[in-house]
């Protein structure tokens, strides 16, 4: 490790718009990031240093390595210098790859996800080098306009793929509904993303459903749910958890009569601690933790007593 450390530079004129620290950190990250590359490499070679033709040669061998190339990260574009190994003679499906540096990576996962936060929050497709040069420094490559756009187009292919998926396999215990406003990208300041979050017996959580509706209004939960049943969801939820908007169980007593309902604790909670003194709110949050937190009726009837006497 002490031969890759002594690659870091510090000098002053490599600089290239980030601070100090932040110049450390790219460095390290760089030398580090080399470091575990060859070990990776030597660790592959030695697996196979018995593997050998007649006349004692091995079959896999380091041969060089690739042209550098930038990986764009959190702290801006990192180079790398990938090792190269030559593994033709043996099976293809025994040939090197790399768990670190999967082959066509060209930025972190991070990076992805932080893309479509940007659009969400109103950055326009022509913005986003400017936007991601501010966040991730000078050098950011591979994030023009016009990949942005083919990226918004994979993401628009794989919701869609993802609302038509075949549902006749799932039944849910619960579903938690709810209804999200948000002032970008929708036509209509009175649209809102409606969210259907479910769990089956097991106790796995999943997201079932996201669309776009109106004043979470019963026609657009109502379209939900009839969507659900035609994908092949057979029986509904045997309880359903939401706030107050009436549209949504309008909706759910037409379609799913048999699902009983109850009001969600989170929303409740606001509504009373909105109407109590802030100097009180930290200990009626906690009492009205203990009453739907009880683990018997009788314990929870207790603390709602408790919380109404005090």
């Known amino acids: 490790m002490k031969k890759y450390t002594k690659e870091i530079d510090f000098k002053k004129e490599q600089r290239t718009g980030f601070s100090c620290l932040e110049d450390l950190a790219r460095e390290g990250a760089r030398v580090m990031l080399q470091y575990v590359l060859e070990e990776e490499i030597k660790e592959f070679i030695g697996k196979h240093q018995d593997n050998t033709y007649e006349n004692g040669k091995r079959k896999v061998v380091r041969n060089g390595s690739h042209p550098k190339?930038?990986?764009?990260?959190?702290?801006g574009p990192?180079?790398?210098?990938?090792?190269?190994?030559?593994?033709?003679?043996?099976p293809e499906d025994e040939r090197f790859s790399s768990k670190i540096f999967p082959?066509?990576?060209?930025?972190?996962?991070?990076?992805?996800?932080?893309?479509?936060?940007?659009?969400l929050k109103g950055?326009?497709?022509?913005?986003?080098?400017?936007?991601?040069t501010a966040i991730l420094g000078e050098g950011v490559r591979g994030l023009s306009a016009t990949n942005?756009?083919?990226?918004?187009?994979?993401?628009?292919?794989?919701?869609?793929?993802?609302?038509?998926?075949?549902?006749?396999?799932?039944?849910y215990v619960y579903f938690w509904v709810d209804g999200i406003y948000c002032n970008v990208r929708l036509d209509d300041q009175r649209s809102c993303l409606l969210i259907i979050m479910g769990a089956d017996e097991h106790g796995n959580k999943e997201l079932i459903a996201v669309n776009d509706g109106y004043r979470e209004s019963k026609t657009a939960w109502k379209e939900i749910l009839i969507d659900l049943k035609q994908r092949g969801l057979k029986e509904g939820p045997k309880l359903a958890i939401g706030d107050e908007a009436l549209g949504f169980w309008a909706a759910l007593s037409e379609e799913f009569p048999e699902t009983k309902w109850q009001r969600?604790?989170?929303?409740?909670?606001?509504?009373?601690l909105d109407k109590t003194p802030k100097s009180i709110q930290?200990?009626?949050?906690?009492?009205?933790?203990?009453?739907?937190?009880a683990d018997t009726e009788e314990n929870a009837w207790k603390a709602y007593n408790h919380f109404i006497d005090s």
């Open 264 to 272: 969600c604790w989170v929303h409740k909670t606001a509504n009373i």
């Open 123 to 132: 950055i326009s497709t022509n913005d986003f080098t400017t936007a991601l």
């Open 69 to 75: 190339m930038e990986i764009i990260t959190g702290i």
């Open 78 to 90: 990192i180079e790398i210098k990938q090792p190269r190994i030559d593994d033709r003679p043996i």
């Open 103 to 119: 082959r066509y990576l060209r930025r972190v996962p991070s990076i992805d996800n932080l893309i479509p936060v940007l659009y």
């Open 148 to 171: 942005i756009v083919r990226l918004k187009q994979i993401w628009e292919n794989e919701y869609q793929r993802w609302t038509k998926r075949d549902l006749s396999h799932k039944r």
């Open 282 to 293: 930290s200990k009626a949050k906690s009492m009205i933790h203990d009453m739907y937190m």
